[in-house]
């Protein structure tokens, strides 16, 4: 090959071998690396490492055996490393009867090595060889790596119960191992073996969506199912610096509430007290004097206060402009009852009724008065006092609801998904890792024990 | 992405809690009524309150 060969340097060739079990063509992707083979045709385990591929074992394939998803001999980028798919295998636990199992594929690179995929209900990880040991506290059941503690998820016998193509290791159909996982999400660290012999590897999350991209894989990728191990939480990460958004929300609202009282008018306008009586046959209605309403356009708090006991009077207000003519019309009851019966002392009601009319205009303004009340209750005194740009505390009330229910909305979710993620775990809740999700679930947890022990 | 949504909309909470305090904005219900003639301060009963049929509870317990 001259180095001006338009064509490029020419592709690296595969070492065709048969099956001596069956005489099946045999694909060796990874040169001399593999240590097993597995003829797809007649399902008998290989040993690599010898020029004749002696027979290590022969099993038996179901029918319906799970495929690869990602077939073999398919080639992708991964963290900008091109990959080849060498080796598949299933491998299974069993927690409480019930059997669980996840595909593991073997990568291959030639300058990289090996790299593994696993899969469980859709959930991708990309796993490779540690260089050197975690730190293992048994004590704590966590593990630290790279300074970062990874806390014990949970631990189980997985056997091998299927297997194809190449592996860079002893493979055996049967073969168990104990496993434990420690995570610290999107990462987990995975403890294998058996005995004195036992491997490390770190795995990281894979979305479905990046992986097919990466391989150019045509088929539908499996959809997710639940919350894995090591699955990042889109929300938790988020949770704390949310909480600390809400406090400076806080603290400003309250700057503004402090502004707002400090700056608003809260200045009385008007103030008279007038007597009805409703069995007058006389004009109820009368207009007050004019006052003026200052400054900005803002808010007036009218206060009728009476002078009532088991009885009533109604007023209709009109706020007139004198100038344009604009009316703003309103009624106000006052009304105040009280006594005794079976079950003590009663009241109802109040003498005071507060109104609070929106958004008035500066300028001359009059109030034209009209009330009314039962002909047989008498003369009823009542003052009626206007006051202008009065601060209105709902509204902060309100406002700190609005921040307060979306950040309480977040946390519940963030809170869901560690409590869907731990209670695949040997633990069932999530870890008191000191973390805000941790420590709310363990709340949450603790709440909902005492309070089954005080039904029991 | 999702703190960059929470503090536009905390800020925008903010600015409509500080609108509503400037403009005196209020739960109450009022009606307008444009045009009042200026003989109502003259005549104040040939006013017509649209609450002036209102019919209002006169009990109590």
Known sequence: ?456 | MILKGFLIYGLVVLALVSVAELRGWSLDRVDQVPNVPKTVRDNPGSYRSVYSSYHHYTGGK
């Open chain 1, 1 to 456: 090959m001259s180095p001006n060969d338009p064509a490029g340097p020419a592709a690296p060739q595969v070492k065709a071998l048969n099956c001596p079990s069956c005489g099946a063509a045999l694909t060796l992707r990874s040169f001399g690396n593999a240590v097993s083979l597995v003829c797809s045709s007649c399902h008998s385990v290989l040993d690599a490492t010898d020029p004749d591929l002696k027979v290590l074992q022969k099993f038996k394939a179901a029918e319906d055996e799970d495929s690869p998803l990602i077939p073999l001999g398919t080639r992708g980028s991964l963290r900008g490393t091109d990959y080849e798919v060498i080796g598949f295998q299933r491998r299974t636990i069993e927690v409480e009867g019930i059997h669980y199992s996840w595909h593991e594929y073997v990568l291959f690179n030639p300058a990289k090595g090996f790299r593994y995929l696993t899969e469980y209900d859709g959930h991708w990880n990309l796993f490779s060889i540690l260089r050197s040991l975690p730190e293992d506290d048994s004590g704590a059941s966590t593990v630290t790596y790279l300074g970062e503690v990874y806390r014990h998820f949970q631990t189980a016998d997985a056997t091998t119960t299927f297997v194809l193509g190449e592996f860079p290791w002893r493979v055996r159909m049967g073969e168990s191992v104990t496993v434990s996982d420690y995570v610290s999400s999107p990462r987990v660290i995975s403890k294998e073996g058996t005995g004195k012999e036992v491997t490390w590897s770190m795995g990281e999350y894979v979305t479905c969506g990046d992986l097919w991209k990466s391989f150019n894989l045509t088929n539908e990728p499996p959809v997710p199912v639940g919350v894995y191990e090591n699955q990042p939480s889109p929300l938790s990460a988020s949770v704390k610096s949310i909480w600390a958004m809400v406090g400076m929300f806080l603290i400003a609202s309250l700057l503004l509430l402090v502004i707002v009282y400090v700056t608003a008018r809260s200045e009385s306008v008007f103030e008279q007290t007038y007597s009805f009586d409703a069995a007058s046959h006389d004009e109820a209605s009368f207009v007050t004097p004019v006052f003026a309403l200052h400054g900005h356009t803002s808010d007036v708090e009218l206060t009728t206060i009476a002078s009532l006991n088991n009885s009533w009077i109604y007023v209709n207000y009109a706020l007139i402009n004198q100038d344009t003519g604009r009316a703003y019309d309103f009624g106000r009851e006052v009304s105040y009852y009280s006594g005794r019966d079976s079950d003590g002392e009663w009241t109802e009601g109040s003498n005071t009724n507060i109104v609070t009319i929106p958004s008035i205009p500066p300028g001359n303004y009059y109030l034209r008065i009209e009330p009314e009340s039962d002909p047989a209750l008498g003369v009823i005194l009542y003052t009626v006092s206007v006051k202008r740009d009065i601060p209105q505390l709902i509204f902060f009330g309100f406002g700190i609801l609005a921040i307060l229910i979306p950040a309480l909305f977040i946390t519940w979710r963030a809170m869901n998904f560690e409590h869907l993620r731990w209670a695949e775990s040997d633990y069932g809740t999530p870890p008191d890792d000191g973390s805000l999700i941790g420590t709310l679930e363990n709340l949450a947890s603790n709440f909902k024990s005492s309070n089954s022990g005080d039904d029991e």
